[in-house]
C-alpha cells in the first residue's frame, strides 16, 4: 500500500487522465468530500476505499496502490540514450504514471521534460513543469534547486510577456544564489535572468548595474554562459543607446564562441548580430545578410523551428529596410501560424514589421493605428522597453 501523500498524487492523477470529476470517481459508494481528503493526503485509504476506486477507475487495487519509482527511474535511464523529442515523450508520460515517491528523482525528469517543453515553444506546457518544480524545490530543501528553477521560471515568463513577474521571481532567484553562495553557473544563471528581465521592463540603470557583475562572473562560467553574457550586456547596451559598445560585444560573442559547443546558439548569436546590424544609423544591411548566410549554411546539421522563424524574420526585416515591401510581405507570409510558438517579444515585432510593410505600401492610416495598438499592449504588459521602441517608430512615421 501507498502512504500519503503519494497515493492521493497518483489517484488525482489516474483521475485527471480520464478527464472524471470527484463526484464522478466518487460515485455511490464514497463521498466527494472524502474522496478529496484522499488526494490532498489528508486521510490515509482503506482496503475498502482503494477496492471501489479501482473498480471507478477500471484497474485493479494492485495497479492502484503499486509503487512507480522503479518506472521513473528506468524511464531517466532509457532517456539517455534517445533523441530529444524521444526521451521528452517518454519522461513525459512517465511522470504522468509516478506518483512521485522519490522528489529528487520527480525533479530530475521534470527539469528535462520542461526543456524539452522550451524547444518545442510550449511555453504553457513549460510552465506547468515548472510551477510544480518551484513547489518540489521547496519541498527538496536544496537552494541551488530553488535558484535554478526560479531562473528559468523567470525566463519563461518574460517569455510570455508576464514582465513584472518576471522581474520579482529572477530578483528572488538572485538573491538566493547570493545570499547562499551558490556555484558560479548559478549565480550566472540567475543574473542572465534578472539582466533580461529588467531590459525587458525598461528599467535600464538597473539592469545596467548587474551587468557588470554578469560579465565578471560570467569570466568563470561554461563557454555559454560567457556568450549568454555578452549577448545580454550587448541587448542592455543597445537599449541605453551605445550602439558601438553592443556590437563590440556582439562581435566578441560571435568570434569567441566556438559551434562545437553548442551548435544552436552559434546561430542565434550570429541572428542577434545581424538584428544589430540592422539597427545602426544607416543600417548595415550588406552585414546582416552575411550573417543570415551563415546561418543558413548550418541549418541543415541543427536547424530547428525557433531558428528557422527568427532567420525568416531578420530576412523580412532586411527587404523592408532595403525597400522590398513585396519581398518582406511573402517572407511574414511564410511565419502565418506561427506567431504562438514565438516569445512574447518576437510576436509584436513580427507585427510591427507587418505594419512597417503598410507604411511602405503607403497604407499610413493603418499601419499608424497597428502600431499605436501595438505600443498600448506592450505597455500594459509591462515590456515598457518594447512599448518605447514601438512609440519612437510611430514618431519616426509620423515626422517622415
Known amino acids: 500500500m501507498l502512504e500519503q501523500p503519494v497515493f492521493g498524487r497518483r489517484l488525482r492523477q489516474l483521475r485527471t487522465d480520464r478527464g472524471l470529476t470527484l463526484a464522478a470517481l466518487a460515485g455511490e459508494g464514497m ?48 532517456a539517455t540514450g534517445l533523441g530529444q ?17 522519490d522528489p529528487l528523482l520527480r525533479w530530475q525528469a521534470l527539469w528535462r521534460v520542461a526543456e524539452w517543453r522550451r524547444r518545442r515553444q510550449e511555453y504553457a506546457e513549460q510552465r506547468s513543469c515548472l510551477d510544480e518544480l518551484v513547489a518540489l524545490s521547496e519541498q527538496i530543501g536544496l537552494p541551488e534547486l530553488q535558484a535554478r528553477v526560479l531562473a528559468e521560471l523567470a ?35 540567475t543574473l542572465l535572468a534578472l539582466v533580461s528581465a529588467l531590459g525587458e521592463a525598461g528599467r535600464i540603470p538597473d539592469a545596467a548595474r548587474y551587468t557588470d557583475e554578469l560579465l565578471t562572473a560570467a569570466e568563470k562560467g561554461s563557454r555559454p554562459q560567457w556568450a549568454q553574457a555578452l ?14 559598445a553592443a556590437a563590440e560585444l556582439m562581435d566578441q560573442a560571435v568570434d569567441g564562441f566556438d559551434g562545437r559547443d ?20 544607416p543600417p548595415r544591411a550588406e552585414t546582416a545578410q552575411r550573417r543570415v548566410e551563415e546561418v543558413q549554411a548550418a541549418l541543415p546539421f541543427a536547424g530547428a523551428p525557433t531558428i528557422e522563424q527568427q532567420l525568416l524574420a531578420v530576412r523580412a526585416r532586411i527587404a523592408v529596410i532595403t525597400g522590398r515591401p513585396d519581398e518582406a510581405r511573402a517572407l511574414l507570409d511564410q511565419l502565418v501560424g506561427f506567431d504562438d510558438l514565438l516569445p512574447y517579444q518576437e510576436r509584436i515585432r513580427l507585427d510591427v514589421l507587418r505594419n512597417r510593410v ?32 514601438i512609440w519612437r517608430l510611430v514618431a519616426e512615421s509620423l515626422a517622415q
Open 231 to 244: 549577448w545580454t550586456a550587448a541587448n542592455i547596451r543597445t537599449r541605453q543607446g551605445d550602439l558601438d
Open 358 to 389: 503598410l507604411l511602405l505600401e503607403g497604407e499610413q492610416a493603418p499601419a499608424l493605428a497597428g502600431l499605436r495598438k501595438l505600443a498600448e499592449q506592450a505597455q500594459q504588459s509591462g515590456n515598457m522597453d518594447l512599448a518605447a521602441e
Open 31 to 78: 463521498s466527494t468530500g472524502y474522496l478529496s481528503r484522499l488526494e490532498s493526503g489528508a486521510r490515509q485509504p482503506t482496503e475498502r476505499a482503494v477496492a471501489h476506486l479501482a473498480a471507478q477507475l477500471g484497474i485493479s487495487p494492485a495497479e492502484l496502490t503499486q509503487s512507480t519509482a522503479t518506472s521513473l527511474a528506468q524511464s531517466l535511464t532509457l
Open 85 to 101: 523529442d524521444e526521451a521528452g515523450q517518454t519522461l513525459s508520460d512517465a511522470l504522468k504514471a509516478s506518483g512521485g515517491e
Open 155 to 189: 525566463r519563461c515568463m518574460r517569455d510570455t510577456g508576464e514582465i513584472v513577474g518576471a522581474v520579482d521571481t529572477a530578483t528572488h532567484a538572485y538573491e538566493l544564489a547570493k545570499s547562499e553562495a551558490l556555484p558560479a553557473r548559478v549565480q550566472i544563471s
Open 262 to 281: 553548442d551548435l544552436t546558439m552559434w546561430m542565434r548569436l550570429r541572428i542577434s548580430s545581424a538584428r544589430l546590424d540592422l539597427m545602426a544609423d
